[in-house]
T-cell receptor, first 112, second 113 residues
Framework: GESVGLHLPTLSVQEGDNSIINCAYSNSASDYFIWYKQESGKGPQFIIDIRSNMDKRQGQRVTVLLNKTVKHLSLQIAATQPGDSAVYFCAEINQAGTALIFGKGTTLSVSS | DAGVIQSPRHEVTEMGQEVTLRCKPISGHDYLFWYRQTMMRGLELLIYFNNNVPIDDSGMPEDRFSAKMPNASFSTLKIQPSEPRDSAVYFC???????????FGPGTRLLVL
């Protein structure tokens, strides 16, 4: 079936540390994945995306890794800052190739 | 561009009342999506439009929910009659293509008493 889930509901890190947020997906036919960040009281905000023909993509302080063999996606945040505190969602294109399916989210807490 | 615009930002109503949520997508985006977010169920897709035409409404929970897109710059999600279990944050999002990034609005926080 279609389901996108996160390995851990919460992650607490110290400012300056690197953060890794994991996500498992079930649809092996999915070819597009997105990470969103949602701050309290706001809508999800695009962070980075990756297509299935890639296994790694880097942005500013963020890296997404895709392992299609085990259907695993991860988001790495370098030098985590207090402003990175939010809920992070991974999302995949559904089986019909249309709308996104979102996971439940991981709450990242960054302490100074 | 101002991004996706939603109104109202907050809505408190009584059970049985009609609720209308509004959305203005990013100009030039052909796809518009309505989502509902709750603690229990996370983000759920309700319905999406392509060029103002509803494509998939399988996520609409009941006949009490309806959505329209009369033109490329405006969509509404209506709940009639509203019930307490409809309390949630409703997001609108738009994208150029379904396989492209969706950009979300700030959401409407609905509380049905």
């Amino acid at each position: 079936g279609e389901s996108v889930g996160l390995h851990l509901p919460t992650l607490s890190v110290q400012e300056g540390d690197n953060s890794i947020i994991n996500c498992a997906y079930s649809n092996s036919a999915s070819d597009y994945f997105i990470w969103y960040k949602q701050e309290s009281g706001k809508g999800p905000q695009f962070i980075i995306d990756i297509r299935s023909n890639m296994d790694k993509r880097q942005g500013q302080r963020v890296t997404v890794l895709l392992n299609k063999t085990v259907k695993h996606l991860s988001l790495q945040i370098a030098a985590t800052q207090p402003g990175d505190s939010a809920v992070y969602f991974c999302a995949e294109i559904n089986q019909a190739g249309t709308a996104l399916i979102f996971g439940k989210g991981t709450t990242l807490s960054v302490s100074s | 561009d101002a991004g996706v615009i939603q109104s109202p930002r907050h809505e408190v109503t009584e059970m049985g009342q009609e609720v209308t949520l509004r959305c203005k997508p990013i100009s030039g985006h052909d796809y518009l999506f309505w989502y509902r977010q709750t603690m229990m169920r996370g983000l759920e897709l309700l319905i999406y439009f392509n060029n103002n035409v509803p494509i998939d409404d399988s996520g609409m929970p009941e006949d009490r929910f309806s959505a329209k897109m009369p033109n490329a710059s405006f969509s509404t999600l209506k709940i009639q009659p509203s019930e307490p279990r409809d309390s949630a944050v409703y997001f609108c999002a738009s994208s150029l293509e379904t396989s492209e990034t969706q950009y979300f609005g700030p959401g409407t926080r609905l509380l049905v008493l």
